[in-house]
Nanobody, 114 residues
Framework: QVQVVESGGGLVQPGGSLRLSCAAS??????MHWYRQAPGKERELVAV???????NYADSVKGRFTISRDNAKNTVYLQMNGLKPEDTAVYYC??????????WGQGTQVTVSS
């Protein structure tokens, strides 16, 4: 059974930092992604990392967010620095496995507010 579980969200002041984690299990995973969805907005891709470590970011987070992964643990991280109120959203992890299936976590809330 495949499971994708996010953790690390919370409330932080503008300019602060948070580190999200996503642990995937039950398959062999290739690309892993972080998405976010703010109230009233569509879900958007934040960052992606391939199994080989190639990364890509949304323009809105470049230079502030860093995605990384530990393949031995099937875990992907999102280090978020310089957080802004507009980063407030539910953050979702998405994992693609070698069979071509995509799995979503339940999401973790990130709130940036003073």
């Amino acid at each position: 059974q495949v499971q994708v579980v996010e953790s690390g969200g919370g409330l932080v002041q503008p300019g602060g930092s948070l580190r999200l984690s996503c642990a995937a299990s039950g398959s062999i995973f290739r690309a892993m992604h972080w998405y976010r969805q703010a109230p009233g907005k569509e879900r958007e891709l934040v960052a992606v990392i391939s199994s080989g470590g190639t990364t890509n970011y949304a323009d809105s987070v470049k230079g502030r967010f860093t995605i990384s992964r530990d393949n031995a643990k099937n875990t992907v991280y999102l280090q978020m620095n310089g957080l802004k109120p507009e980063d407030t959203a539910v953050y979702y992890c998405n994992a693609d496995d070698v069979m071509g299936n995509a799995y979503w976590g339940q999401g973790t809330q990130v709130t940036v507010s003073s």
